[in-house]
């Protein structure tokens, strides 16, 4: 059985810091490119920032680039996403995902396994 497990969350005042975790255990981590989506109150789930399976591409959302850096760490099963300068629009609940794909990974129809997700709040 396949699980992502995020953890890491929580509230942070603006221009603050957190680093998102997510664990994932019953599949070929390696194997598996990995993304980085979120979801405010009201509004459609959308692309944070996705990794390669080899972490050799990153891939981010305008909004995010050069505040945020996804990496992963193939020998513990973990991808990461570190946030610096949070914004107050950057409140959400943020979910890791894997997919199977190496193109497309900005598209949430491309991951086939998804977490729970983990609640950012950031206070202006």
């Known amino acids: 059985q396949v699980q992502l497990v995020e953890s890491g969350g929580g509230l942070v005042q603006a221009g603050g810091s957190l680093r998102l975790s997510c664990a994932a255990s019953?599949?070929?981590?390696?194997?598996?490119?990995m993304g980085w989506f979120r979801q405010a109150p009201g509004k459609e789930r959308e692309f944070v920032a996705a990794i390669s399976w080899s972490g050799g591409r990153t891939y981010y959302a305008d909004s995010v680039k050069g505040r945020f850096t996804i990496s992963r760490d193939n020998a513990k099963n973990t991808v990461y996403l570190q946030m610096n300068s949070l914004k107050p629009e950057d409140t959400a609940v943020y979910y890791c995902a894997a997919t199977i794909q190496d193109r497309g990974l900005r598209e949430s129809l491309a991951y086939r396994y998804w977490g729970q997700g983990t609640q950012v709040t950031v206070s202006s």
């Open positions: 019953g599949l070929a981590f390696s194997r598996y490119a």
